[in-house]
């Protein structure tokens, strides 16, 4: 059992910052890709980062040069530094990982969500 838990959310004003953190926890052999996704109300949900486990990184367009994923293998956590944020940018985020633990193959696992809302 793999469990994911983000944290760092919460209310800013617009150009202001967020961190958010996702630590996985569990009977871990190795973590492969994680990633952060997004979704808005009334939308789906988007990929926004994601990074490898050598460290390669993708970013969606709308969040190129704002946004950062990093990730610490060996507190088996992925981070996502926002700037500049923009109203649009009000989304529950929610984290993955592509996961094998002692006893089973590679499987994709998911964090709870965090609120991050955007307002003046």
């Known amino acids: 059992q793999v469990q994911l838990v983000e944290s760092g959310g919460g209310l800013v004003q617009p150009g202001g910052s967020l961190r958010l953190s996702c630590a996985a926890s569990g009977s871990i052999f190795s973590i492969y890709s994680m990633a952060w996704y997004r979704q808005a109300p009334r939308k789906q949900r988007e990929l926004v980062a994601a990074?490898?486990?050598?460290?390669?990184?993708n970013y969606a367009d709308s969040v190129k040069g704002r946004f950062t994923i990093s990730r610490d293998n060996t507190k088996n956590t992925v981070y996502l530094q926002m700037r500049s944020l923009k109203p649009e940018d009000t989304a529950v985020y929610y984290c993955?990982?592509?996961?094998?633990?002692?006893?089973?193959?590679?499987?994709?696992?998911w964090g709870q969500g965090t609120q991050d809302t955007v307002s003046s």
């Open positions: 993955n990982a592509d996961v094998a633990t002692m006893t089973t193959t590679p499987y994709v696992y």
């Open positions: 990074i490898t486990s050598g460290g390669s990184t």
